[in-house]
């Protein structure tokens, strides 16, 4: 096995070291396994805080924009004003998609999975780039730019393709957060509703190695594509173990109109041992996850300015459930899912907005990979019969 060290200058060095990382237990799902090295992010568990690039994450969604937290994860420092509103140019300049890809999801069938579709928009938009297969830092920034302001378009109007609807441009005198939610609500966003919105993206843009990290890193360590990372990124993130639980929240409040009728529902569930969406992380455990507290304070905000304190205090029920019956807290999906249905957001794409977020950061993450590639190559642990024969 490869056993990666770090000097004292801080540079990574490959080294054989097989007769010290001689251990070769299996670890189901690779639990607490490290499998890269990364100056991007980390889950500081113990401080309960989210580390981007030096910063803490919710300070970040406090107090920046989500282009100024692009411009961070993808150029490694944060844009100062005049480096922000130029990304803010940058990527309007980048996000008109071309018609050919439009023409492509007119023909995949209507009830496509939302992801699917996106997946599929992605995959075909590769062929667009002249500079696909150059995989240098100084055009992997370029293709991140190109990929961040096209994605939303992709999202937005692949659903409206598959409805049935026309598709809706995009507005020049809006930031980029502003203009992303006036394409998936067709109206301009209050102050507010930009705002939380905003913070929404910053609390999705990056979280270190989650599946679907991990899956375009895998990908990109092939020297693959920037284009074909993100694209099984798309596919992973789809999953309702991942980034699809903030649909299936959702559907659970749904079910209820009250926070007694949640908690029978709730209940319910856990008699019957269904998995409820919406509670426990992999890496917090037992601990709260800090997006999900900021999202509550979102909601909070959001709720009273839309006279909708039963939503609010309907989730607030749900999680005082959970804590009693199962010692877990929310992460991000659960109070995420209704702010994006206060805002307007059709359910359908609260996944897709979820992979548009997390695009800066899926595209640092393979910038990285392509910088300081090793193949990812595993071993098994086998279970299988030995010593058969043919005759």
Known sequence: MIARVVDQDGNAKRREREAIMTDDRYVPGLENVIASETNISYLDVEAEQIVL????????????????VAGLLLNGSLPDGKGRDLLEEQLSAASAIPDAIY??????????????ALRTAISAL?????????????????????????VPGLVVNGHRILSGQPVIETRGDLSFAGNFLFMLTAKVPEPLEERIFDQSLIAYSEHELPNSTFAARVIASTMSDMYGAVAGAVSSLKGYLHGGANEAVMAM??????????????????ARK?????????????????????MKEALARLAEAKGRQD??????????????????????????????ALLGIPVPLFTPVFLAARTAGLCAHVSEQHAGNRLFRPRVSYTGPRGLRLS
Do not use: Q, W
């Open 103 to 116: 023409d492509i999801l007119a023909h995949v069938p209507a009830g496509t999975h939302r992801m699917d």
């Open 253 to 270: 409040l749904g079910e209820a109109a009250t926070p007694g009728e949640l908690e029978a529902v709730m209940l319910g569930k856990l």
């Open 53 to 68: 690039r030096g910063y803490d994450l919710i300070e970040l969604a406090r107090s920046v924009s989500y282009v100024e």
């Open 274 to 294: 269904e998995r409820i969406m919406g509670f426990g992380h992999r890496v917090y455990m037992r601990k709260p996850d800090p997006r999900a507290l900021l």
């Open 126 to 150: 590769a062929g667009f780039d002249g500079e696909l297969e150059d995989h240098s830092a100084e055009a992997n920034g370029r293709k991140a730019i190109r990929l961040l302001a096209k």
């Open 311 to 340: 939503l609010y205090e309907m989730c607030d029920a749900g999680e005082a459930v959970m804590k009693r019956e199962k010692g877990l807290y929310p992460n991000l999906d659960y109070y995420a899912a209704p702010v994006y």
